[in-house]
């Protein structure tokens, strides 16, 4: 696999499931350019590199002078990249995992209150063109928001998975690892309903001597399944729809609503772990921070004593006079 193509997907992949912004992907193809042509004169690839490698290459950026926050923006975009290509199965290592850079603040993950997204799943309901469209898009949030999913599992998802009215969903993820997640009842209604619909517009390609497709999402998209970019411009629609700012709402968004509102409703965190497909508990563990950062928000905002201004006196005198 060519160089290029490790990039490319990568980027395609912050675009559709993170809704990384242009300059983003521009910083992130930069750096990944420069460091694969660093690696190239090193005699490596991004397949060949180890964790001295690029240790070794981030030692090079500081000899050049490069500033603290653009070296830090190369080693996280060389972790990004290490990170999706062990989900894809191209690595079984992260060689940047234990790398320590020279630091940056960490951002909390941003994510939905549970109103914003039920106003998301009402929006789906109605947005499309036709019954056919509003019955997907309705099927593919209620399918999004019940179970976690990445939008990569969701879009890929085959019409087998979703035969007999399942309770529980087996989802294959990225490197092959399945889980099994469970449907709630307004999910499997709106999966029952798009399946449907699904099936007689396969019984008519058919007809017509097409041969049938496997994926539960039918496109027409060289993939045959609809594809994560087409997913991330239905998501900004509905959004606008539901009076939700678009800004807010990714699909990747969504799977943070998920874990946020699970931890929230007294779930714990091994079980979010699970359903969210983490290797390591730890990466689930930033929704504790979210949770957190939330209930302080919730306190400054609405506790009488963090409320600025005189406090009115009970009236009362102590025994001492005071």
């Given at each position: 696999?060519?160089?290029?193509?490790?990039?490319?997907?990568?980027?395609?992949?912050?675009?559709?499931?993170?809704?990384?912004?242009?300059?983003?992907?521009?910083?992130?193809?930069?750096?990944?350019?420069?460091?694969?042509?660093?690696?190239?004169?090193?005699?490596?690839?991004?397949?060949?590199?180890?964790?001295?490698?690029?240790?070794?290459?981030?030692?090079?950026?500081?000899?050049?002078?490069?500033?603290?926050?653009?070296?830090?923006?190369?080693?996280?975009?060389?972790?990004?990249?290490?990170?999706?290509?062990?989900?894809?199965?191209?690595?079984?290592?992260?060689?940047?995992?234990?790398?320590?850079?020279?630091?940056?603040?960490?951002?909390?993950?941003?994510t939905l209150s549970e109103t914003e997204v039920d106003r998301?799943?009402?929006?789906?309901?109605?947005?499309?063109?036709?019954?056919?469209?509003?019955?997907?898009?309705?099927?593919?949030?209620?399918l999004l928001y019940a179970t976690g999913m990445r939008v990569?599992?969701?879009?890929?998802?085959?019409?087998?998975?979703?035969?007999?009215?399942?309770?529980?969903?087996?989802?294959?993820?990225?490197?092959?690892?399945?889980?099994?997640?469970?449907?709630?009842?307004?999910?499997?209604?709106?999966?029952?309903?798009?399946?449907?619909?699904?099936?007689?517009?396969?019984?008519?390609?058919?007809?017509?001597?097409?041969?049938?497709?496997?994926?539960?999402?039918?496109?027409?998209?060289?993939?045959?399944?609809?594809?994560?970019?087409?997913?991330?411009?239905?998501?900004?629609?509905?959004?606008?729809?539901?009076?939700?700012?678009?800004?807010?709402?990714?699909?990747?968004?969504?799977?943070?609503?998920?874990?946020?509102?699970?931890?929230?409703?007294?779930?714990?965190?091994?079980?979010?772990?699970?359903?969210?497909?983490?290797?390591?508990?730890?990466?689930?563990?930033?929704?504790?921070?979210?949770?957190?950062?939330?209930?302080?928000?919730?306190?400054?905002?609405?506790?009488?004593?963090?409320?600025?201004?005189?406090?009115?006196?009970?009236?009362?005198?102590?025994?001492?006079?005071?």
């Open positions: 696999m060519s160089a290029a193509h490790w990039i490319s997907a990568f980027l395609e992949a912050q675009a559709a499931e993170l809704g990384a912004a242009r300059n983003t992907l521009l910083a992130y193809g930069r750096d990944l350019q420069d460091f694969q042509g660093w690696l190239a004169g090193a005699g490596h690839g991004f397949d060949t590199a180890q964790q001295d490698t690029v240790e070794a290459y981030l030692i090079h950026c500081d000899t050049q002078g490069l500033a603290r926050a653009t070296r830090a923006r190369r080693l996280s975009a060389i972790k990004q990249l290490y990170r999706f290509a062990f989900e894809e199965g191209w690595r079984s290592d992260n060689p940047a995992i234990q790398i320590s850079g020279p630091g940056r603040d960490k951002r909390l993950p941003q998301l799943l009402e929006a789906a309901r109605t947005t499309g063109r036709s019954d056919r469209d509003r019955a997907r898009n309705s099927c593919l949030m209620e990569s599992e969701l879009v890929t998802l085959p019409a087998s998975a979703a035969r007999g009215d399942p309770r529980m969903l087996l989802i294959q993820g990225k490197g092959g690892k399945e889980r099994m997640v469970p449907l709630s009842p307004p999910a499997r209604e709106a999966l029952a309903r798009w399946l449907a619909i699904r099936d007689r517009m396969e019984a008519e390609r058919r007809a017509a001597g097409k041969t049938p497709s496997r994926y539960l999402f039918v496109s027409r998209s060289a993939a045959g399944h609809l594809t994560r970019h087409r997913f991330y411009l239905l998501i900004k629609e509905m959004a606008v729809t539901a009076g939700v700012s678009p800004a807010k709402v990714t699909p990747h968004t969504l799977r943070h609503a998920f874990a946020t509102h699970l931890l929230a409703n007294g779930a714990d965190l091994r079980s979010i772990q699970t359903l969210l497909g983490h290797a390591d508990v730890a990466t689930t563990e930033i929704y504790t921070h979210v949770l957190e950062a939330r209930l302080q928000e919730l306190v400054l905002t609405h506790h009488p004593l963090a409320k600025d201004g005189p406090r009115k006196s009970s009236g009362k005198i102590s025994s001492d006079g005071q």
